[in-house]
Structures are given as structure tokens and as C-alpha cells.
């Protein structure tokens, strides 16, 4: 059991990671038009060309297919060993409404991730599809992949309303991981307890805020 949660813990977190920077390359969109452009696009070549980012980016694909396929093992387990869902817990630091639907968040996040490897990534790195920004030579303009997507008002709100889940799952996972991974120091609880609310509402205020400016841009 501690193996699996383990795993789950440290993909999580190498997840976290990756949305960071993720997170931080997609501010650039928020930059006035003709330098968002160029640093945007700069920065995707950038991440399709350089044999180190290609490694980095197998881990990545590695942590997002282990971490749901541990996370769904664990679930089940719990669901086995505990049938009567309708138990009363009264442990209240273990038993949020979130903690007790970690499954449920899971799914509507990998929902979002098919969709949005959909929009961006099979277009952008599989070359699968049409889109506007790429054109028959398969040269790929990504700004205006993203810019001309964050037109259309249901993705928007699909992009935004999705951050929802993303934050509740990320507020909930990080302060789990830290625990699985031995961190159990009483203090050192209540200040990782605030450094995961403060990071969750980062990544999922700063994801979900971008398509609506990128809207009204
Ligand atoms: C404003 C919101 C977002 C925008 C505009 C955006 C944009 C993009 C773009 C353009 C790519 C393709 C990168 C390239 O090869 O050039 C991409 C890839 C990806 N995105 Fe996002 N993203 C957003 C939010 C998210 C969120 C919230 C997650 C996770 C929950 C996520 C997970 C991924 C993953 C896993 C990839 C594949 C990475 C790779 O192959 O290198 N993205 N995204």
C-alpha cells in the first residue's frame, strides 16, 4: 500500500512541478500582442526541439499515466475495504468533502487533460488535425493556435470552470503527498497545510484567468 501511495505521492509532485512552469509559460500570453507572439512561439519550438526537454517531457507523459493508474488502484482498494460509503467519519482532518471525493476530481481533471492535449498537443506535436496556426507545411504559429481556441466562449468557460476541480484536487494532493512522503511534524503541517492552499489557488486562479483575458485581448 505505502508503495502505491508513494508512487502517487512523487508523480503528484513532479506533476506540481510541471504546472509551474507551465503555468508560467502561459502568462507570456498575457504579454501585449507582437512580443506574446514571438516569446510564445519561441518558447514551443524551444520545447519540441531540445533532446532534453523531449526526456523531461517522456517523465512527464510517465508521472501523468502512473499517477492515474495508482491513484484509480488505490481508490478501488479503499472502496473494497470500506463498502458503506455512508458511514459516518468523524475524523474531521481526514475526511473533507474533497478527500472523500479525490476519485470523482480525478475524473473531471482527466477529462480536461484529454481535451487539452486535443486542442494543443496532438495538433502542435503529433501534427494530427487542422487548426488555424498551422498551415499545410506544418509550420505551427502556437500563439494563434491558443489565441484563436480562447475565442470561442465554451472553451473558455470549459478552460475556466475546469480549474475548479484542478485547485480542489491540487489543495488536497500536495498536502497528502508531503504527508505519504513522512512529514507529519505538527507545526510543519499547519504551515504545508497554507503553502498548498496558497499554491493550488495560484495554479488554478492563474490557469483558469488566462483564456478570459487571452477572450477579451
Ligand atoms: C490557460 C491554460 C492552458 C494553456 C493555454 C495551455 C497551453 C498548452 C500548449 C500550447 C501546449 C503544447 C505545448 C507545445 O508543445 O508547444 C500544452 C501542453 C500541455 N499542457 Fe497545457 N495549457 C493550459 C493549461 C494546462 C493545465 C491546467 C494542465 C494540467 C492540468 C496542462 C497540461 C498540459 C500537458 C500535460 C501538456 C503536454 C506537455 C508536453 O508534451 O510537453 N495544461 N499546453
Not at 512561439?41 to 532534453?52: D, F, G, H, I, K
Not at 470523482?104 to 498537443?121: K, P, Q, Y
Not at 511534524?185 to 495560484?202: D, F, P
Request: glycine residues 6%; hydrophobic residues 50%.
Amino acid at each position: 500500500m505505502f508503495l502505491r501511495k508513494g508512487i502517487i505521492a512523487a508523480t503528484g509532485l513532479f506533476l506540481c512541478m510541471f504546472l509551474v512552469v507551465h503555468l508560467s509559460a502561459n502568462a507570456i500570453l498575457l504579454l501585449p500582442e507582437e512580443m506574446a507572439r514571438e516569446m510564445y512561439n519561441a518558447y514551443s519550438t524551444t520545447l519540441r526541439e531540445s533532446p532534453l526537454i523531449k526526456i523531461v517531457a517522456y517523465a512527464l507523459y510517465a508521472s501523468i499515466i502512473f499517477h492515474i493508474i495508482y491513484a484509480a488502484i488505490v481508490t478501488f482498494k479503499n472502496r473494497k475495504a470500506k463498502p458503506n460509503k455512508y458511514v459516518v467519519n468523524h475524523n474531521q482532518e481526514n475526511s473533507t468533502w474533497t478527500s472523500q471525493n479525490m476519485g470523482l476530481i480525478g475524473i473531471f481533471i482527466l477529462l480536461f487533460i484529454v481535451i487539452h492535449l486535443a486542442n494543443f498537443w496532438a495538433k502542435v506535436k503529433l501534427g494530427l488535425g487542422e487548426s488555424v496556426g498551422i498551415d499545410v507545411a506544418g509550420n505551427v504559429d502556437v500563439y494563434e493556435v491558443t489565441y484563436s481556441l480562447f475565442q470561442n466562449i465554451y472553451y473558455v468557460l470549459f478552460y475556466t470552470i475546469l480549474m475548479v476541480p484542478l485547485g480542489l484536487h491540487l489543495n488536497h494532493g500536495l498536502k497528502s503527498a508531503f504527508k505519504t512522503l513522512g512529514f507529519y511534524h505538527r507545526k510543519g503541517l499547519r504551515v504545508l497545510t497554507n503553502v498548498s492552499l496558497v499554491y493550488a489557488a495560484i495554479i488554478s486562479i492563474g490557469f483558469g484567468i488566462i483564456p478570459v483575458i487571452v477572450y477579451f485581448k
